[in-house]
């Protein structure tokens, strides 16, 4: 006989599950994009050569563990919203993971010193969203996890 309370999800673990997904998932481009050094992603993007050159010098000169956390914030996100899909409780600690990545990104934000090229960049509030988006992701799913959604 078939569970039909575990063969059952609420819509929303599926709505947020992939917005969890896409936005990681464009967070997981642009790190593979940036760490390949893909100059047609930066101008897809808008940036003109000079900014570009500017980002991928800083990206080149910024200590391994920003590289490490951006990695772990992104993929542990992804990693994450494909758990929090399928139900699995592990969602909960590798949102956490990623969500570690994205404040050290921010730590990283507050402390790293932006060329002038970067201004403008590093004046957005960009960095501070990721981490509201990150702990929500992480909040999101403690709350399936203990409602007994995810198992």
Same mark, same amino acid.
């Given at each position: 006989m078939a569970d039909t309370d575990r063969n059952t999800a609420p819509w929303h673990v599926w709505v947020v599950g992939l917005l969890a997904l896409f936005w990681n998932g464009f967070g997981a481009t $642009? =790190? /593979?994009m940036t760490q390949t050094e893909n100059r047609g992603w930066f101008e897809s993007m808008g940036f003109d050569a000079g900014t570009t050159d500017a980002i991928l010098a800083f990206m080149d000169s910024a200590p391994m563990w920003t590289h490490a956390a951006w990695a772990l914030g992104v993929w542990g996100g992804v990693l994450a919203a494909i758990l929090l899909m399928m139900r699995n409780k592990l969602a909960v600690p590798v949102f956490?993971?990623?969500?570690?990545? +994205? @404040? !050290?990104?921010?730590?990283? =934000? &507050? /402390? +790293? $010193? =932006?060329?002038?090229?970067?201004?403008? %960049? +590093?004046?957005?509030? #960009? #960095?501070? %969203?990721v981490v !509201? %988006?990150?702990? @929500? &992701? !992480? @909040?999101?799913? =403690?709350? #399936?996890? /203990? +409602?007994?959604?995810l198992r």
């Open positions: $642009d =790190y /593979t956490a993971v990623s969500l570690l990545g +994205a @404040f !050290l990104g921010l730590v990283n =934000y &507050w /402390t +790293a $010193d =932006y060329p002038p090229e970067l201004r403008q %960049i +590093a004046d957005s509030s #960009m #960095m501070y %969203i !509201l %988006i990150a702990a @929500f &992701w !992480l @909040f999101y799913a =403690y709350r #399936m996890k /203990t +409602a007994g959604v």
